[in-house]
């Protein structure tokens, strides 16, 4: 039997109605293969619009649905979501795209605009006749993690995940945990010792019996799909495998240096604040 596809083309306020007809998109929409419905919403992400097509879906026995609206990298999560709660698998779903690539770039020409929008549909009705239902297969997943990076970010990422139950393995490639804090010496806005927040921190993670901890390493290969990690480590000059469910990177940044600005590199007394604070750390500058 021929698929029952239904078809809700969204006005998105003044985004796609002001530049296209939406009217007549959604008449045309009627005339394709395999349209069983076609409506249109002034805002189909809303609450009343997800609602409208869990009813369609139900009233009309459809079978498929196409919503013609914004992009699918932020909208299309949540109309699968609604097909499923309409007992419509959600590999069923298309959408066309004729804010982004029709009203926005065509919004000086709204007859052009209609056109293309209409060819837009016309293009996401057919992918739908031809979709098939998938199903979303469950791994098991490894309970442990890979955090990449010894500094404050990544140790209380490791500190979290031990707390929550999963063995963590902590890579940092200095000889030190620590990172970039160990080059300040005091710590805004409290004026706090930079070494009075780090060295607790360090023995927390050192002492935690779910945190591996290598220093002086570094991770040379990964291979594998989320659940499930081959990590290869050189850990001191030594390689070492782990495996592992989660990859967490912390690997921190490095400070801007303003090259060819303010007599940077010229003057000597021209310097970046990470520079300022291993100056008044070492004593070479007084604080």
């Known amino acids: 039997m021929a698929p029952r596809i239904g ?18 998109v959604v008449e045309y929409a009627k005339t ?21 097509i869990k009813e369609a879906i139900k009233k009309h026995s459809l079978e498929r649905v196409v919503v013609a609206s914004c ?75 890979l ?21 963590v393995t902590l890579v940092e490639k200095q000889k030190q945990l620590g990172g970039m804090l160990r080059t300040f010496d005091t710590l805004f806005p409290h004026n706090q010792k930079a070494s009075d927040v780090l060295e607790p921190l360090v023995k927390q993670v050192t002492s935690n019996p779910r945190i591996q901890v290598l220093t002086d390493s570094k ?33 921190g940044a490095e400070a801007y240096e303003p090259k060819d600005l303010y007599l940077y590199g010229e003057d000597p007394r021209v310097v970046t604040q990470a520079q300022l604070e291993k100056m008044v750390k070492t004593g070479s500058v007084a604080a």
């Open 147 to 167: 955090v990449i990076g010894g500094g404050v970010a990544g140790m209380r990422a490791a500190l979290s995940l031990a707390e929550q139950g999963f063995n």
């Open 71 to 145: 992009t699918p990298r932020t909208h299309e999560p949540l109309f699968q979501a609604t097909c499923e709660e309409a007992g419509v698998n959600k590999y069923l779903f298309e959408m066309a795209n004729i804010r982004d690539q029709c009203s926005w770039v065509h919004m000086r020409e709204p007859e052009r605009a209609t056109e293309k929008a209409k060819g837009l549909v016309r293009m996401a009705v057919a992918k739908a006749a031809l979709l098939e239902p998938g199903n979303e297969p469950e791994i098991d997943v490894n309970p442990s993690t």
């Open 32 to 52: 394709l293969p395999n349209v069983a419905y076609a409506e249109e919403n002034m805002y189909t992400c809303s609450s009343d619009g997800l609602n409208k």
């Open 219 to 251: 991770v040379t290969s990964v291979y594998g799909f989320i659940g499930n990690f081959d990590i290869g480590i050189d850990a001191s000059g030594k390689g070492e495998k782990i495996n592992v469910g989660t990859i967490i990177v912390a690997v």
């Open 7 to 24: 078809v809700f083309v969204c006005r998105c306020g003044i985004n796609i109605g002001a530049y296209v007809d939406v009217p007549k």
